[in-house]
Structures are given as structure tokens and as C-alpha cells.
């Protein structure tokens, strides 16, 4: 690996760059995040902000992009209507912590027992909630907003084919704003719901009451966000080492997330994570270093503070339009073709994982509900344990554990003849369940005058065997 | 005598490989050499539709399977290369870099509005890469 020196100077011109049109990319979603959880502008510009620069010193994969993300926003909501936004800051801060400890215990290790058909669940839910979350914006705002809408949709799905240089959302929008200030059509605008940010972000206390009570408020919510992020950055990671081919420091990014997030809660900034399209665009526009994460944070802000005038005038259906394209473009649709290709179980548990996120609103619990149940499936799967007799020598094929000597102890419920051997040779015992089901049997054949030879245990099974009985 | 292929799993990819190989079989000395570009812009669907990283090498080595094994069968020598980038980019850069003789690519067969929306990776290659191209259907 580089040295965090190479990390950050080993790429300067195209990290610049790449930073700089990753700044551009980061705009228009950071606005959609901060009307999704209902804050104001501000909240989100400034997460993305401080998350960016932060992560781009203390993550542990250069070329990363994290900042304030549609997951997030998404877990936020019910905060930010039933408690305010000084709730929402101190979560976010606690949020940060969690995560740091998290990072510190190794938590990036236990990625591996995710399996995909529940990361596939996930992005598949979140592309449809950022999806139903831009509907407001559209239904019963009048003819014109749907006009805008798609065309907003066409620009940013045919520029790329001409022109690739700047991100096509932010084309999209600089058209599509252009035409509504000139042709003066009344849109529902970003300034009509919040404010711009004039000002860098200010460090303070979130208002609330430092007690139990507060803590049972914000910890539900920290926890679920602190999953969410963990699994957003972390698979975000993953797609990185891959198009990159070098290796990251996944505890080091979850660390790092938590950091950033605990800063950025004093800042008043919402929690952010990482973003897989914008870090995506980062490695697409050469970006590979910690400079081109640096510098997408900070051009984000030089801009929002020069042009934080321009921005309020930009149209909420045009804004909608693209993030119609980032829901199409999170949600994953070789998910049909994984349906019809992937075992029984495996595609169950992404359907129940998008359902249960759609039905609680709820990322984490999905996550959590859909890796319980893959689980769940996968020692069902491997607990087949058969056994065949042959002349008086059982054989018995697959693993003893919990969850197969009820199956194991069946098998030899009518033994015929006065001396048997029972060949584990294919098997391997696992616990002491295994060992006690093997002793539960010997001793009642014993008693019904059989003699029970066992043969054929590996040195582990046999170990464990004689250490047990 | 250098005949370059890129194949991306597709049939149309295949068949362009099929003839590359008839076309080696008929220049002694020629080596085919097989091009994998995976598509940075594919990168994260592919990732999360593999189990880990490990599987996701197997599925891409998997689609320039049929290639080599038909390689074999005819006596080809092949060299295998796998890029990763966008693929029209990273096929262009790798033929002009590496004097390739002869590039045979396959067209997905895309009617004038998908190629427009899509963009076709043959088109672009065909008018940037310095050797002669054959496009198979």
C-alpha cells in the first residue's frame, strides 16, 4: 500500500481534477437529501462539507467520497418531524462515537457474513424510497412541473453520450433552471423552501438536555444510522478496491466515518456516509488519491457560498428529475435476472429484505432482519446430515451440529442385528450436541444388547470427541 | 502477427471471437489476444451481484472462457488482458499501445435511437484505433 504521504501527492493534477467535478456532482443531491429529512439546505451542504474533508484525512481509502447521503436522510425523517433538528445534530454526533467504536472492535471484518441478496435488498429499497420521497415535489404541482420533470430526466440520460466532462445533472440543471428564469413559468424553486448557506459552517453545542431521556431518543436512531453508513461506506469501499485494484483499510474507514460524523454533528451537519455514485464518478475522472476527496469538499462549499444566490432559483421539479435518475440508478436491475438465477432461498431473503425496509421505513432493520434469516437458511442448508446402512456400518454424510443430530439420533431408531460400526468418515462433529447425540445413541443400543464400534473421525472431531464424553 | 479480440460476456462478443480465431488459424506465428475491459460504470452492480470479490474474478474470468478452450481446440496461442475502465477507452488505449495487428470487435446490432442513447463501443473504436477493424454482426 502507499504511504499516506503517496496517498494524498501521488496523483495531484488528476485528483484536483476529479475533485472538482465530483464537487459539481455533489450539489444537486445534497440539496434532495436535506428536503428528504426536512432540514434546511444548509444542514446538508455543511455535512457534506465537513464529512468530505474529514474522511479525506482520516478514511482509509483514498479516493473515497463521503458526504451527506440519501440512506441517511431516509433513517432521519421521523427524527427530524418528532424532535427538531438539534435532536437530529446530536445524533448524528452520537451517530459518529458509535461508529468509532465500532471501527476500533474490527466491525469491518463481520462484512462477510452480509451476503449479497441482502446488500442487493438494500440498494434495491433505497433506490425506491429515494424514488418516493421526490413524488411531493411532482403530484399536483400542475402540468408544467412534469415538463420540466422529464425533461430535467432526458438531458441527464442523453449529455453523457455527447459530453462527459462535467457531471450531466449538473448540465441538466444549469439548462433546465436557464430556461425557467427565462421563459418565467412559476415552479416551486429551492429558495421557496429553504435557505442557502452564506457562511463556512461554525462550531457549537447541539441545544438539547444532556439526560437518559434525550439519549432514548437519539440512540435507535444512531444505531440504525450507524449500521446503515457502516454498510453504505464499506460496500463503497469494496466497488473502490475493485475498480482500482488496490486494497483499503476498512476498520481505518469505519473509524474514520465515525469521526467525520461526530465532528460533523458540532458543525451542524447532518450524518453522511459513503456515496457510491459520486465516489464511482471520482475514480471515473482519474481521481485516486486523498487530494481529489479534499478537494470535492472544499470546491463544494467555495461554490455554494459564491453561488448560493443562483442555487435558490433552481426549480424543485428539475431537481426531482435528477434525483429520479440517482433512485434508477441505486436501485439495481440485474436484481430481476438474479431473482430468476439465484437459489430459492437467496432471492427470498432480498425480497423480505426490500419489504421490511419499505414497510418500517427502516434501512437498518432490513439489514439486520435480512442477514438473521440468511442465517437462518444457511444452517438449515448445511445441517442435512444422511445416514446410509450397509451390511451393519452406518455411514453418515454431512456435518453434526445443533441443528442436525435430532436427524442423526432418528436414523437409528430400528437397528437390527448385534453389532453395528458407525462411520463418520464424511462427517464432522461440531459441538457438543454432536458429541452428546453420539453417546445418547451408543448408550441406548447398549442397553438393547448391540455393541457400537465408531470409526472413521477426523483428529478435530475425534479431539473433540474424547475431550467431551 | 498480433490479432486482438474484446470480448464482455456477450454473444455478439463471442461470435467476434469465433472468427478472430478462424482468422489466426490462417497466419502462422499469429498470437490472439483476448481483451477483457470490466466497465467501471457496471463496477458497482457487478460487485454487489457476486457473493465476494473472489466470485466476482470467477464471473469474469468465466466470460473469456469459451474463448480460450476454442483457442485450444485450434491451435491458437492466446494472451489474455484484463482492463478495467471504460471499455471503448481502455480498448483503443491498449491497441495502440500494444501494435496490434488486426482488431476484431463484435456490434450489438443497436438501430440508429438505442445507439444514440447508448452510445455504440464499436463506433468509437473503429474511428480511434490505429489498425484495421473488423466488426462482426
Known amino acids: 500500500m502507499h504511504t499516506y504521504k503517496q496517498q494524498w501527492f501521488g496523483n495531484i493534477r488528476a485528483d484536483i481534477l476529479a475533485g472538482i467535478v465530483v464537487g459539481l456532482a455533489l450539489i ?3 440539496l434532495a437529501f436535506a428536503f428528504i429529512v426536512g432540514v434546511d439546505p444548509r444542514v446538508a451542504l455543511y455535512a457534506s462539507f465537513t464529512i468530505a474533508v474529514i474522511t479525506s484525512f482520516v478514511g482509509g481509502r483514498p479516493g473515497l467520497i463521503s458526504a451527506a447521503t440519501g440512506a441517511m436522510a431516509l433513517v432521519l425523517v421521523n427524527l427530524m418531524a418528532d424532535h427538531g433538528l438539534q435532536y437530529v445534530l ?14 476500533a472492535l474490527g466491525v469491518a471484518n463481520l462484512m462477510r457474513f452480509i451476503p449479497n441478496s441482502v446488500m442487493l435488498g438494500f440498494v434495491n429499497a433505497l433506490g425506491i424510497m429515494i424514488f418516493m420521497t421526490q413524488l411531493p415535489y411532482l403530484q399536483g404541482q400542475g402540468a408544467m412541473t412534469y415538463v420540466f420533470a422529464i425533461a430535467t430526466l432526458v438531458l441527464v440520460y442523453a449529455v453523457p453520450r455527447f459530453f462527459t466532462a462535467i457531471p450531466a445533472p449538473l448540465i441538466a440543471i444549469v439548462v433546465m433552471t436557464g430556461i425557467a428564469l427565462m421563459s418565467g413559468v412559476s415552479l416551486q424553486s429551492i429558495g421557496d423552501l429553504g435557505k442557502m448557506p452564506s457562511t463556512l459552517p461554525t462550531f457549537f453545542f447541539p441545544d438539547i438536555s444532556l439526560n437518559l431521556e434525550t439519549l432514548k431518543i437519539i440512540f435507535p436512531y444512531s444505531l440504525a444510522l450507524s449500521i446503515v453508513g457502516l454498510l453504505e461506506s464499506l460496500l463503497t469501499s469494496q466497488v473502490l478496491d475493485d475498480m482500482t485494484d488496490t486494497p483499503s483499510d476498512k476498520n481505518t474507514e469505519a473509524r ?6 461526530a465532528i460533523t454533528g458540532f458543525f451542524g451537519g447532518m450524518a453522511g456516509c459513503a456515496l457510491i455514485g459520486q465516489s464511482v464518478i471520482n475514480i471515473k475522472s482519474g481521481g485516486r488519491g486523498r487530494l481529489s476527496t479534499f478537494t470535492a469538499g472544499v470546491f463544494l462549499m467555495f461554490l455554494i457560498i459564491v453561488l448560493g444566490d443562483i442555487v435558490v432559483k433552481i426549480p424543485m421539479p428539475v431537481l426531482a428529475g435528477v434525483m429520479i435518475m440517482v433512485a434508477a440508478t441505486t436501485f439495481n436491475w440485474g436484481s430481476f435476472k438474479f431473482l430468476k438465477q439465484a437459489p430459492k432461498t437467496e432471492s427470498l431473503v432480498m425480497l423480505i429484505t426490500v419489504v421490511i425496509i419499505l414497510y418500517t421505513h427502516n434501512l437498518a432493520i432490513g439489514v439486520v432482519v435480512g442477514v438473521i434469516l440468511s442465517s437462518l437458511f444457511f444452517v438449515s442448508k448445511i445441517s442435512r446430515v444422511t445416514v446410509t446402512n450397509d451390511a451393519g456400518v452406518y455411514k453418515v454424510k454431512g456435518p453434526l451440529f445443533f441443528a442436525s443430530t435430532t436427524k442423526f439420533i432418528q436414523s437409528f431408531q430400528d437397528v437390527k442385528g448385534k453389532e453395528i460400526v458407525i462411520d463418520f468418515e464424511d462427517s464432522q462433529l461440531w459441538d457438543e450436541s ?13 442397553g438393547d444388547g448391540v455393541s457400537v464400534t465408531i470409526q472413521g473421525l477426523s483428529s478435530s472431531s475425534k479431539q473433540l470427541y474424547e475431550k467431551l464424553l | 502477427m498480433k490479432i486482438a479480440v474484446a470480448i464482455d460476456g456477450s454473444q455478439n462478443a463471442l461470435r467476434a471471437a469465433k472468427h478472430a480465431i478462424t482468422l489466426a488459424q490462417h497466419f502462422p506465428e499469429a498470437q490472439l489476444e483476448i481483451i477483457y475491459v470490466a466497465d467501471y460504470n457496471k463496477a458497482k452492480d457487478e460487485r454487489l451481484l457476486a457473493q465476494n470479490e473472489d466470485s466476482l474474478l470467477l464471473k469474469r474470468k468465466k466470460k473469456i472462457e469459451p474463448v480460450l478452450e476454442w483457442a485450444q481446440q485450434a491451435g491458437v496461442k492466446v494472451k489474455t488482458t484484463m482492463l478495467k475502465g471504460t471499455p471503448s477507452l481502455e480498448i483503443i488505449k491498449y491497441v495502440n499501445a500494444q501494435a496490434v495487428d488486426q482488431l476484431v470487435i463484435g456490434s450489438r446490432g443497436l438501430n440508429t435511437l438505442q445507439e444514440m442513447v447508448l452510445g455504440s463501443v464499436s463506433h468509437k473504436v473503429m474511428k480511434h484505433v490505429k489498425c484495421p477493424v473488423t466488426v462482426v454482426k
Open chain 1, 256 to 261: 474514520g466515518q465515525g469521526i467525520a460524523n
Open chain 1, 90 to 103: 446530536a445524533a448524528t454526533v452520537l451517530t459518529g462515537i458509535i461508529q468509532l467504536i465500532l471501527g
Open chain 1, 28 to 30: 444537486p443531491e445534497a
Open chain 1, 434 to 446: 454432536s458429541v452428546g447425540a453420539i453417546s445418547k445413541v451408543k448408550e441406548k443400543l447398549e
